[in-house]
């Protein structure tokens, strides 16, 4: 069973910045993308953003500009960098997995809170 990790979630206040890491147990010649999603209360799980295997990225318009997805030295692992955070960045973020079978994982899912 794949295992996904993550870390980092906490409390910011607005215009602060959190870094999210997810650490992989399958091997990243296995892995075609990785991801994050979040949930906020009473609202469906969004895609904020998505690192692909040869490295091009993909970002919801909401965090252009705010969110960096980088994949960490082991290429089985991605960090969320995110600055300038809102209040309506609160959510509980999900790191997400596709390997190159077309197989989704999901990490346990881990809090942000923006609240000053």
């Known amino acids: 069973q794949v295992q996904l990790v993550e870390s980092g979630g906490g409390l910011v206040q607005p215009g602060g910045s959190l870094t999210l890491s997810c650490a992989a147990s399958m091997s990243a010649d296995d892995i075609a993308s990785m991801g994050w999603y979040r949930q906020a209360p009473g609202k469906g799980r969004d895609l904020v953003a998505r690192i692909f295997n040869r490295g091009s990225t993909w970002y919801a318009d909401s965090v252009k500009g705010r969110f960096t997805i980088s994949r960490a030295d082991a290429k089985n692992s991605v960090r969320l960098q995110m600055n300038s955070l809102e209040p309506d960045d609160t959510a509980v973020y999900y790191c997400?997995?596709?390997?190159?079978?077309?197989?989704?994982?999901w990490g346990q899912g881990t809090q942000v809170t923006v609240s000053a």
């Open positions: 997400n997995l596709v390997s190159d079978a077309a197989q989704m994982y």
